[in-house]
């Protein structure tokens, strides 16, 4: 485990040590502090943030500490900015932590969000917001259209805070470089914090009201709620991509030398997405179809796929009925649409001798010309039983023998400059199947590519 | 679905539509006859509603509650007895006519497109915000809730308490109207169960909207609308991607048919048959759907076989065999990213009942019913018997019972044939 640099540390301590300044003023007997609510609030703040450290309910609980910010900006509303400080700390010094150093990021966080709720709490002091809540034994009734300007800004300065803390902590102990380190910090966590503040003005809003803290409580129900079945959305995705991965696996049972491919095959498949410019959403499911091009093979016998020795024609024909039987399986599904047809063409070739329906040039599904390059590339690249894998430059050069021909020269293209950039590094020593490679480079002899891109081979850089 | 527009709906669901359109119709003739009171507050809370409901815009099948906004403006406004300081005027029948219209004007785009809420999703709505209204409006009118609770917390608590009351009330005429033949008990704890979700984030900004404009006025609304907003969004997030991983899990366990295990079909049939026992047997919520989960997978593990069962038949095979072919289905689901429950479901299904859990019994049992169903000519009903032949150490009597009354109920046939 490595430690806490430097660096890490002095800016770390130097926080903690603005936060304590901060809330020195606390327990000074000029500073009137509200003492009840301020343990109310925080004894809050802590029963939301303890369900993570119990093993029971840490699965159903939503994680990490943005789930509870209403609560911290509601204290920043209701109390004065030297007693705010304190109401985000027993919480978050007991808050899970899921990565070492444990110490250290308790610390962090316990001074980061102390700081940033008495900056926050400061400065709707400032703009005059406490007035504008109502209630407080007079009865006033709250000024509420203005009441929303403090709260904005104060929302918009926490926000603030926050980022610029999280960005210093980036650069320090992560050692981002210093001028990415705060880019989008703030603009992915504004919205999210304006409606928090909502929510949080709210219940200051109800808890200076005759009705009281209970009250205020049930405002945060929903948010409660909200952030619970975000987290379970989360673990929803996580096992719906487990699921995916299984259905892989479950092709690596019946033909078991073909583990890895697909995986790699999709990351192919991302990478020429990426260097084509797709939106992130094609892309995804693009890399889908790369890891489910083959899961038809779940439909050919597994003697046939496990034979040694060469097929007769009668097998072959079984073996290439697998991308219908890969299409029929994944039909019912219905996220993948686009990704469905590159599994039902990937063994197309673009001057139409390919299969299962002979479709040639552009009338063959754009994924599925992904598709069938980055399968060619894995299958060259990748060692089997009988042969050692040929090295990236030389797979790269027969794609571009074929391309034209088998191959979309444009995908082509996009994946010699992709492994340009980035290098590929597939585990060369993974064995792959004994299925003859779709992307198997018959000599042309006639058919020279007609690109020349990428025609000087730089050999892939190894990634790690 | 299909029984949706079975010819008769059944008295109580007619009793239903009958008292809510009977109460509504009063509630109009007496708002026209009297005039509307505080018609800002009126026009306020008809537009929220009518905004919630037009939410119902892109909701899934099979959603809870679609309208989660509609739902917490026409409770808050049945609760409201102050705004802004004031005390307000408006009577049971002024809330009545208020939900209804806003319902019917919502409608109208939805029914244009042709799928709008069902009359009976209509009828429960104006009989709960009803329900809520009489409990609250004449106690807030005759001084009496003051009286009682004050205006501190006693009256927040009296009022998450009617709206406990009134969620109540809606999950027992949820259960009254609900279109699936079943017995009404396990309906009802089907539908308190979903309470705990979207259920209570409704009736919490229910409750706050009703104090929050008694506190601040009308400006309260928007504010509470938007964390229900979040809670409705994260739940459709969530509602979208459970689908696709049904259907993925559906994929998994119909690529047994496609390499030739397996008939046609044998997966969905089961699992639809399974989730329909355990229903019978009490089964809900999350065990519901690990049975679902371990009864569409449940022969996987015949993807390692070099050769197929023929018919994909497990049932007659060897009882040492069948097990293994069990521990190999469960291998393969553990790396499905499902609970382990699902796995160890799979992996027991050929034990003998006494060693399984419940949805193993379940599991089993429908999985020899579906095998030889088909074959021979005793059909169904020869099935059946055969599994009764059973009972003695594969399977337990209990469920075989519990299926036969699913078969009685559904019709042998259309249940089976699916």
Same mark, same amino acid.
């Given at each position: 485990?490595?430690?806490?640099?430097?660096?890490?540390?002095?800016?770390?301590?130097?926080?903690?040590?603005?936060?304590?300044?901060?809330?020195?003023?606390?327990?000074?007997?000029?500073?009137?502090?509200?003492?009840?609510?301020?343990?109310?609030?925080?004894?809050?703040?802590?029963?939301?943030?303890?369900?993570?450290?119990?093993?029971?309910?840490?699965?159903?609980?939503?994680?990490?500490?943005?789930?509870?910010?209403?609560?911290?900006?509601?204290?920043?509303?209701?109390?004065?900015?030297?007693?705010?400080?304190?109401?985000?700390?027993?919480?978050?010094?007991?808050?899970?932590?899921?990565?070492?150093?444990?110490?250290?990021?308790?610390?962090?966080?316990?001074?980061?969000?102390?700081?940033?709720?008495?900056?926050?709490?400061?400065?709707?002091?400032?703009?005059?917001?406490?007035?504008?809540?109502?209630?407080?034994?007079?009865?006033?009734?709250?000024?509420?259209?203005?009441?929303?300007?403090?709260?904005?800004?104060?929302?918009?300065?926490?926000?603030?805070?926050?980022?610029?803390?999280?960005?210093?902590?980036?650069?320090?102990?992560?050692?981002?470089?210093?001028?990415?380190?705060?880019?989008?910090?703030?603009?992915?966590?504004?919205?999210?914090?304006?409606?928090?503040?909502?929510?949080?003005?709210?219940?200051?809003?109800?808890?200076?009201?005759?009705?009281?803290?209970?009250?205020?409580?049930?405002?945060?129900?929903?948010?409660?709620?909200?952030?619970?079945?975000?987290?379970?959305?989360?673990?929803?995705?996580?096992?719906?991509?487990?699921?995916?991965?299984?259905?892989?696996?479950?092709?690596?049972?019946?033909?078991?030398?073909?583990?890895?491919?697909?995986?790699?095959?999709?990351?192919?498949?991302?990478?020429?997405?990426?260097?084509?410019?797709?939106?992130?959403?094609?892309?995804?499911?693009?890399?889908?179809?790369?890891?489910?091009?083959?899961?038809?093979?779940?439909?050919?016998?597994?003697?046939?796929?496990?034979?040694?020795?060469?097929?007769?024609?009668?097998?072959?024909?079984?073996?290439?009925?697998?991308?219908?039987?890969?299409?029929?399986?994944?039909?019912?599904?219905?996220?993948?649409?686009?990704?469905?047809?590159?599994?039902?063409?990937?063994?197309?070739?673009?001057?139409?001798?390919?299969?299962?329906?002979?479709?040639?040039?552009?009338?063959?599904?754009?994924?599925?010309?992904?598709?069938?390059?980055?399968?060619?590339?894995?299958?060259?690249?990748?060692?089997?039983?009988?042969?050692?894998?040929?090295?990236?430059?030389?797979?790269?050069?027969?794609?571009?023998?074929?391309?034209?021909?088998?191959?979309?020269?444009?995908?082509?293209?996009?994946?010699?400059?992709?492994?340009?950039?980035?290098?590929?590094?597939?585990?060369?020593?993974?064995?792959?199947?004994?299925?003859?490679?779709?992307?198997?480079?018959?000599?042309?002899?006639?058919?020279?590519?007609?690109?020349?891109?990428?025609?000087?081979?730089?050999?892939?850089?190894?990634?790690? | 679905?299909?029984?949706?527009?079975?010819?008769?709906?059944?008295?109580?669901?007619?009793?239903?539509?009958?008292?809510?359109?009977?109460?509504?119709?009063?509630?109009?003739?007496?708002?026209?006859?009297?005039?509307?009171?505080?018609?800002?507050?009126?026009?306020?809370?008809?537009?929220?509603?009518?905004? @919630?409901?037009?939410?119902?815009?892109?909701?899934?099948?099979?959603?809870?509650?679609?309208?989660?906004?509609?739902?917490?403006?026409?409770?808050?406004?049945?609760?409201?007895?102050?705004?802004?300081?004031?005390?307000?005027?408006?009577?049971?029948?002024?809330?009545?006519?208020?939900?209804?219209?806003?319902?019917?004007?919502?409608?109208?785009?939805?029914?244009?497109? @042709?799928?709008?809420?069902?009359?009976?999703?209509?009828?429960?709505?104006?009989?709960?915000?009803?329900?809520?209204?009489?409990? &609250?409006?004449?106690?807030?009118?005759?001084?009496?809730?003051?009286?009682?609770?004050?205006?501190?917390?006693? &009256?927040?608590?009296?009022?998450?308490?009617?709206?406990?009351?009134?969620?109540?009330?809606?999950?027992?005429?949820?259960?009254?109207?609900?279109?699936?033949?079943?017995?009404?008990?396990?309906?009802?704890?089907?539908?308190?169960?979903?309470?705990?979700?979207?259920?209570?984030?409704?009736?919490?900004?229910?409750?706050?909207?009703?104090?929050?404009?008694?506190?601040?006025?009308?400006?309260?609304?928007?504010?509470?609308?938007?964390?229900?907003?979040?809670?409705?969004?994260? &739940?459709?997030?969530?509602?979208?991607?459970?689908?696709?991983?049904?259907?993925?899990?559906?994929?998994?366990?119909?690529?047994?048919?496609?390499? @030739?295990?397996?008939?046609?079909?044998?997966?969905?049939?089961?699992?639809?048959?399974?989730?329909?026992?355990?229903?019978?047997?009490?089964?809900?919520?999350?065990?519901?759907?690990?049975?679902?989960?371990?009864?569409?997978?449940?022969?996987?593990?015949?993807?390692?076989?070099?050769?197929?069962?023929?018919?994909?038949?497990?049932?007659?095979?060897?009882?040492?065999?069948?097990?293994?072919?069990?521990?190999?289905?469960?291998?393969?689901?553990?790396?499905?990213?499902?609970?382990?429950?699902?796995?160890?479901?799979?992996?027991?299904?050929?034990?003998?009942?006494?060693?399984?859990?419940?949805?193993?019994?379940?599991?089993?049992?429908?999985?020899?019913?579906?095998?030889?169903? @088909?074959?021979?000519?005793?059909?169904?009903?020869?099935?059946?018997?055969?599994?009764?032949?059973?009972?003695?150490?594969?399977?337990?009597?209990?469920?075989?019972?519990?299926?036969?009354?699913?078969?009685?109920?559904?019709?042998?046939?259309?249940?089976?044939?699916?």
């Amino acid at each position: 485990m490595r430690t806490t640099p430097r660096a890490a540390r002095a800016y770390i301590l130097c926080v903690a040590l603005c936060a304590t300044v901060c809330a020195l003023p606390a327990p000074t007997p000029g500073a009137a502090t509200p003492w009840g609510t301020l343990a109310l609030l925080a004894a809050l703040y802590l029963a939301c943030e303890l369900p993570g450290r119990c093993s029971f309910f840490a699965r159903s609980v939503p994680v990490g500490a943005g789930s509870f910010f209403p609560l911290l900006l509601a204290a920043a509303f209701l109390l004065p900015p030297a007693a705010a400080v304190l109401v985000s700390v027993p919480g978050s010094l007991a808050g899970r932590v899921e990565q070492q150093p444990v110490a250290a990021r308790r610390v962090w966080r316990t001074a980061q969000l102390a700081l940033t709720v008495g900056a926050a709490s400061w400065t709707y002091a400032f703009l005059g917001g406490p007035a504008t809540l109502g209630g407080a034994g007079g009865g006033a009734v709250p000024d509420l259209p203005y009441a929303l300007l403090p709260a904005g800004a104060t929302a918009l300065v926490f926000s603030l805070v926050l980022a610029v803390l999280d960005g210093g902590i980036l650069a320090t102990a992560e050692r981002v470089a210093v001028r990415h380190a705060w880019r989008g910090l703030l603009a992915r966590s504004v919205g999210p914090h304006l409606v928090h503040a909502l929510a949080g003005l709210m219940m200051a809003i109800l808890w200076r009201s005759s009705y009281g803290p209970v009250s205020a409580l049930v405002v945060v129900l929903p948010m409660y709620i909200s952030c619970w079945v975000f987290a379970q959305y989360h673990r929803q995705h996580a096992a719906h991509r487990a699921t995916i991965r299984a259905l892989v696996q479950a092709v690596d049972i019946k033909d078991g030398y073909t583990r890895g491919h697909s995986e790699r095959v999709g990351r192919a498949s991302e990478l020429i997405a990426r260097e084509l410019g797709m939106e992130e959403e094609r892309m995804e499911a693009l890399r889908f179809a790369g890891i489910l091009h083959d899961v038809g093979k779940l439909g050919v016998p597994t003697r046939i796929l496990r034979k040694d020795g060469p097929l007769t024609p009668e097998e072959r024909r079984v073996i290439e009925l697998h991308p219908e039987y890969g299409h029929e399986i994944v039909r019912g599904i219905g996220f993948l649409d686009e990704a469905r047809a590159a599994i039902l063409h990937h063994h197309e070739r673009l001057d139409g001798s390919g299969y299962p329906y002979g479709l040639a040039g552009d009338t063959i599904p754009e994924f599925a010309r992904v598709v069938a390059v980055a399968d060619a590339f894995d299958a060259m690249t990748s060692t089997r039983s009988y042969r050692r894998g040929r090295p990236v430059p030389a797979a790269v050069a027969e794609l571009e023998r074929c391309a034209g021909s088998q191959f979309d020269p444009q995908m082509v293209r996009a994946l010699a400059r992709a492994l340009d950039r980035h290098g590929w590094s597939a585990a060369a020593n993974t064995v792959t199947s004994e299925e003859q490679p779709p992307g198997l480079p018959r000599p042309r002899p006639g058919k020279r590519p007609s690109t020349a891109a990428g025609t000087t081979h730089r050999p892939g850089r190894r990634r790690r | 679905m299909t029984l949706r527009y079975a010819p008769a709906p059944p008295p109580a669901v007619l009793a239903v539509r009958g008292a809510a359109m009977l109460l509504a119709v009063v509630a109009f003739g007496h708002t026209l006859w009297n005039g509307v009171a505080e018609p800002g507050h009126a026009l306020a809370f008809g537009v929220l509603v009518t905004v @919630g409901e037009l939410a119902r815009w892109g909701s899934l099948p099979g959603e809870r509650e679609p309208a989660p906004l509609g739902a917490a403006g026409a409770l808050a406004y049945a609760l409201l007895g102050r705004s802004g300081g004031e005390a307000t005027t408006h009577g049971v029948l002024q809330v009545v006519t208020v939900v209804a219209a806003a319902q019917l004007l919502a409608s109208v785009p939805h029914t244009a497109r @042709g799928s709008g809420p069902g009359p009976d999703l209509v009828a429960r709505r104006v009989l709960a915000v009803g329900f809520a209204a009489v409990c &609250f409006q004449p106690l807030s009118h005759s001084g009496r809730s003051e009286r009682w609770f004050g205006e501190g917390l006693y &009256f927040a608590l009296f009022l998450v308490l009617l709206l406990a009351l009134t969620a109540l009330c809606e999950a027992v005429l949820a259960a009254l109207t609900a279109t699936t033949p079943r017995p009404f008990g396990p309906l009802l704890r089907d539908e308190l169960r979903a309470l705990i979700g979207i259920g209570s984030a409704v009736c919490a900004t229910g409750a706050v909207m009703a104090l929050g404009v008694a506190v601040a006025g009308l400006w309260a609304l928007p504010l509470l609308c938007v964390p229900l907003l979040l809670t409705q969004v994260s &739940f459709r997030r969530y509602a979208a991607v459970r689908t696709t991983y049904r259907q993925t899990i559906a994929s998994l366990a119909r690529s047994t048919e496609i390499a @030739g295990y397996t008939p046609h079909g044998h997966a969905r049939r089961v699992a639809e048959l399974s989730t329909a026992v355990g229903r019978e047997l009490g089964l809900a919520g999350p065990e519901l759907s690990v049975l679902e989960y371990a009864a569409l997978m449940h022969d996987i593990g015949q993807l390692s076989l070099v050769d197929p069962v023929p018919d994909g038949a497990t049932a007659r095979l060897p009882a040492a065999e069948q097990r293994r072919i069990a521990l190999l289905g469960g291998a393969v689901v553990r790396q499905t990213g499902v609970d382990t429950a699902v796995a160890v479901v799979v992996e027991q299904q050929a034990d003998p009942y006494r060693e399984q859990p419940t949805a193993a019994r379940i599991v089993r049992a429908v999985n020899a019913y579906d095998d030889l169903r @088909g074959e021979g000519a005793g059909g169904p009903l020869g099935a059946l018997e055969q599994l009764r032949l059973g009972t003695g150490r594969d399977y337990q009597p209990l469920v075989v019972e519990a299926l036969a009354r699913v078969l009685a109920r559904g019709g042998l046939t259309s249940v089976g044939s699916g």
